[in-house]
């Protein structure tokens, strides 16, 4: 089998009124991190300015515009053609997972039907959007997350707490939760495990939010909790965590 084969199978749907065009190269780099993009899908009615920002992005990275015309003034018909074609995909088997491109909390449904069939489903969208859509994602990722392209220089945690924005909260209570659920019994446990636990505590969970480009790099602001390893003799080198009175 080749490598493309065993790869889960995605189809992006991006809801055209309610995303970034700039973004859209990083949101296929993000998804394909975690499978093979098979469906790629914008939906929106292209006779309107609104859509301008994504034409010149179409035949780039081969994207099918889907054309929704909007028949009743202040009803969004973007919402039910892409709802009506991720039910269509979900039933041809065609894909086994499905990443949502939007910030509207109409899709909390959709996402959350998806996953009742065990698919895996990924939203992107703004960090405006409803809880209630992000928890009803596998994964949650949010755009500001997407613009940032370099990791910060090494700042002390008193420092950063100065500089953070009011709506960032300290992620240590979740970080020891998400330990927590991957250590059980175990003094080391896997750090990407623990990365799993974290996605499944809270779906949005994304280092980027706090400033580090990897969860690695994260839990190195909090020493006086969890102490850190490598096991080089593997490739690539595996992490692990531990709580630091546990050592």
Known sequence: ????????????????????????????????????????????????TNMNSWKDS???????????????IGKNATDSAMIIDAMDLLHSNDVEGFCI???????TRLATRIREEGLFVIGVGEKKTPESFTNACNQFIYCENLTVT????????????????PDVHDPLPLLIQGFQMAAKEEEWVYLALMGNFLRQLDPAFDPRTFGHQKLQSLIKDYPETFVLKLDDSKTPPVAYIALTTSR
């Not at 179409?58 to 009743?72: C, E, G, N, R, S």
């Not at 491109?101 to 899709?107: A, E, L, M, N, R």
């Open 1 to 48: 089998m080749s490598e493309e084969s065993e790869q889960q199978k995605f189809a992006v749907l991006i809801d055209g009124d309610n995303a970034q065009a700039s973004l859209l190269s990083q949101i296929l780099a993000e998804v394909s991190k975690v499978g093979l993009i098979t469906i790629k899908r914008i939906y929106g009615d292209w006779t309107t």
């Open 58 to 72: 179409l035949h780039k990275y081969a994207i099918q515009p889907v054309q929704q015309f909007k028949y009743t």
């Open 101 to 107: 491109v939007s910030s509207d909390s109409d899709y």
């Open 150 to 165: 370099e990791e910060p220089k090494k700042k002390s945690r008193k420092k950063m707490k100065k500089e953070e924005k």
